[in-house]
Nanobody, 117 residues
Framework: QVQLVESGGGLVQPGGSLKLSCAAS????????LSWYRQAPGKEREREFV?????????DYADSAKGRFTISRDNAKNMAYLQMNSLKPDDTGVYYC?????????WGQGTQVTVSS
């Protein structure tokens, strides 16, 4: 079955960096898009789009992520990454890896990112 497992979250000071990882299994990883979403504190019903990378390597970013975040993938390892630089307190939240396979959505369990001094 499709599984997505995030890692790499933590506590970081404003201006710092983190690299999130998403380990994928159960599907032909190289054929599908991978996205990152985040859920801010107090917004349990809202997951905000952050970035997407499709199978060609083409990327797309939310305005809030452009110029600071970089999404990438390693098809040989079935891994996706989100490099986050110049982090701000507003970036705090739970970050989720997402994919859609055969019209069904899959989410990981999430990894917490806290940006605070």
């Amino acid at each position: 079955q499709v599984q997505l497992v995030e890692s790499g979250g933590g506590l970081v000071q404003p201006g710092g960096s983190l690299k999130l990882s998403c380990a994928a299994s159960g599907f032909t990883f190289e054929d599908y898009a991978l996205s990152w979403y985040r859920q801010a504190p107090g917004k349990e019903r809202e997951r905000e789009f952050v970035a997407r990378i499709i199978f060609t390597g083409l990327t797309d970013y939310a305005d809030s992520a452009k110029g600071r975040f970089t999404i990438s993938r390693d098809n040989a390892k079935n891994m996706a990454y989100l490099q986050m630089n110049s982090l701000k307190p507003d970036d705090t939240g739970v970050y989720y890896c997402h994919t859609e396979v055969h019209a069904r959505e899959y989410w990981g369990q999430g990894t917490q990112v806290t940006v605070s001094s």
